[in-house]
């Protein structure tokens, strides 16, 4: 086998495995703090493209001002949702919570539809295209800079769990609400809070995603196979997102280059079931002991 | 007001239907579905069936969802299954129609047993996300075994036969569908008054306690899978009838939601919740249909809005049900009745 094709193969995997892994963060964010799976990530990455979409090439924005724009408009979706239908169901079955979030996706699609109908769009090129050598391997310019992004705001984020307040306060949250609650956090606030950054976070690696493939209504299905990625990672691991992401990016780009296309969902799921199987808390998740 | 409904044998009071009310009414819902069709025109008639489809497909989720408190999202894969089995069984082999379509629950039973196998280990969310991906894998197999599933392309199910008379139309396959869907229906509902439908109940309510009271959590939890994908299966065979061609995408992954969404929006755990859900959800797109219709004159383009209202509805009905009403249609059923039985009283 040709190892330079191989590197350049598994160099792509990295890069989209990064992308995977900051939308993994969405749903890791949400559920640290809100015990909730959010399906709707995949959604609320769709609308940050096409929010993005909508300020360049609709109003004319330019760039720099277009994606703060379509991120702090993920936030705002994100602090709504929460708001308005998240938090009445606190304290509900996880499993309906769960439900709500896959309405809420339902809703975000059809919304979508309606405003932008179902053509597939490209997103106007902000990143330019020479494409990018490491050491004689070729990597698409997109790419690269999606990996450097999805990296330094992973890096970010894990600076901020560990120094900040309010990361500290999200942690706190995460381990013990009413332990919590009793130390002076605000407790709903931090919820409101995770909401916010994670939906912003999702709305930013919609941006990404869009640049590199283009945005569609049915885009939102990115977000199961981010979704893979958290259950394999552990649910509640930043980590275990940001490991499982350049994994299940890794693999993707091998089963679609050296299987064929459409061997690549069905590897990442049976990965699943299989890790599932093994460790049912994920590699990086925190193990809940039942008692009776 | 209901009075005089003491009961003096415990047969009496295990009864399904306990009142003459209960018995009344019942007699009135089967007279309506033997009439039906003679009164519906043909488009209804295929909406009646496709309803009926769907609830037998919603009261086997409810089973497992409802009743055991496994959350699975692969129950329209299961009914691909069924309906491949039906497709194979009737091309290759030519056996009969109700044969097929027992086979076809049997075999979308062992699949179900398959998938059900990490319930041992993992539950709640991760489970309901282990049967995404069956539901993922098995779509795969349906597109790529292709000497059995044809393919993208799909198979073609010949119009079924019984007793020498041809089902092809929604007025024959209705006697045939109706029927087969009130007695798993019934199935279910008896289900629940035994050893085996009361261990469900007791494994939802609290797995541990379940174990502990003696009832052997995986064997119960698979029995559990399988009689939910023989549901699914059957449910499956009679959609392959009724289309006559089954490809990948009948069966995509929205459809797993879709049926997630009926039993909530009907009401989980309750007999009645899978077949008022599955009528409302099935029937809202097409009350949709006739709302944008109405609207034509008004908006142009009304049309066009359709499929997109169609998504924002479906979504926005989930959460509306979560949100206001979590118990579901058969809660709102329930009140209602209970208003008569105390009636001159408030509720």
């Not at chain 1, 869009?210 to 299905?221: D, E, N, R």
């Not at chain 2, 049997?106 to 993992?122: F, I, M, N, T, Y």
């Not at chain 2, 709640?124 to 098995?138: C, N």
């Not at chain 2, 698979?222 to 009724?242: I, P, R």
Request: neutral net charge; proline residues 4%.
């Amino acid at each position: 086998m040709d190892f330079l094709f191989f590197a350049e193969v598994t160099l792509a995997g990295l890069g989209s495995g990064a992308l995977l892994a900051l939308t993994a963060l969405a749903f890791v964010l949400i559920y640290k703090a809100t015990r909730v799976i959010n399906l709707a990530v995949g959604e609320i990455l769709m609308l940050g493209g096409y929010l993005f979409f909508a300020f360049s090439a609709g109003f004319g924005l330019p760039v720099w001002a277009a994606i703060p724009l379509a991120i702090a408009g993920g936030g705002a979706v994100g602090a709504l949702v929460e708001r308005a239908l998240i938090r009445p169901m606190l304290g509900e079955n996880p499993i309906s919570v769960f439900m709500v979030t896959v309405g809420l996706g339902s809703v975000l699609m059809g919304a979508a539809e309606l405003v932008w109908n179902t053509d597939p769009r490209a997103l106007p090129d902000f990143m330019g295209a020479t494409p990018v050598f490491i050491g004689e391997a070729y990597v698409s310019r997109k790419i690269a800079i999606g990996f450097v992004v999805a990296g330094v705001v992973i890096a970010l984020f894990l600076l901020l769990f560990r120094f900040w307040r309010g990361g500290v306060a999200l942690r706190a949250t995460a381990s013990d609400q009413a332990a919590a609650y009793s130390c002076g956090i605000n407790v709903p606030g931090v919820f409101s809070l995770a909401w916010i950054v994670a939906c912003a976070t999702a709305a930013g690696a919609g941006i990404l995603v869009g640049a590199i493939g283009g945005i569609s209504p049915t885009m939102g299905v990115f977000g199961l196979s981010a979704l893979v990625v958290v259950i394999i990672g552990g649910l509640d691991s930043v980590l275990g997102a940001l490991v499982g992401g350049l994994l299940i990016g890794v693999v993707e780009a091998w089963a679609g280059t050296f299987l064929g296309g459409e061997f690549k969902l069905v590897t990442t799921f049976s990965l699943l079931i299989a890790a599932l199987m093994i460790r049912p808390y994920g590699l990086f998740g925190t193990v809940e002991i039942e008692r009776l | 007001m209901r009075i005089a409904t003491a009961k003096e044998t415990y047969i009496a009071d295990e009864g399904l239907l306990t009142t003459r009310t209960q018995r009344a009414w019942m007699i009135v819902l089967a007279l309506v579905l033997v009439l039906a069709p003679f009164v519906l025109n043909a488009y209804w008639l295929y909406l009646a069936c496709l309803v009926a489809i769907n609830v037998a497909s919603a009261t086997g989720l409810n089973i497992l969802t409802g009743y055991t408190g496994l959350v699975s999202l692969g129950q329209a894969a299961f009914m691909g299954v069924g309906a491949y089995a039906v497709a194979f069984l009737d091309g290759h082999l030519g056996t009969p129609f109700l044969v097929n379509i027992l086979a076809a629950g049997l075999v979308a039973a062992l699949v179900g047993v398959l998938v059900g196998v990490p319930s041992l280990r993992v539950k709640g969310l991760y489970l309901a996300i282990a049967t995404i991906a069956a539901s993922f894998i098995l779509h795969f197999v349906f597109t790529n075994w292709v000497s059995v599933t044809g393919g993208m392309s799909g198979v073609n199910v010949a119009p079924a036969r019984l007793l020498g008379m041809e089902l092809a139309s929604p007025f024959a396959l209705y006697f045939v569908i109706v029927p087969i869907t009130a007695l798993m229906v019934l199935g279910a509902a008896n289900l629940f008054r035994t050893r085996i439908g009361r261990a469900f109940i007791a494994i939802r309510d609290r797995d541990i306690s379940a174990e502990v009271l003696g009832i052997p959590l995986l064997q119960y939890k698979l029995m559990s899978f399988a009689l939910s994908s023989f549901y699914a299966g059957v449910a499956g065979g009679m959609w392959a009838y009724f289309f006559r061609v089954v490809t990948p995408e009948s069966f995509p992954f929205a459809t797993s939601i879709f049926f997630l969404a009926a039993v909530i929006v009907g009401g989980l755990g309750t007999i009645l919740g899978p077949i008022l859900g599955a009528a409302f959800m099935t029937l809202v797109p097409e009350l949709l249909k006739y709302v944008v219709e109405w609207l034509g004159p008004v908006f142009p383009n009304a049309g066009a809005a359709l499929s997109p209202v169609r998504t924002i509805v479906f979504g926005a009905l989930i959460i509306v049900f979560l949100v206001f009403e979590p118990q579901g249609l058969a809660e709102i059923v329930r009140r209602i009745r209970r208003f008569f039985h105390l009636w001159p009283f408030k509720t």
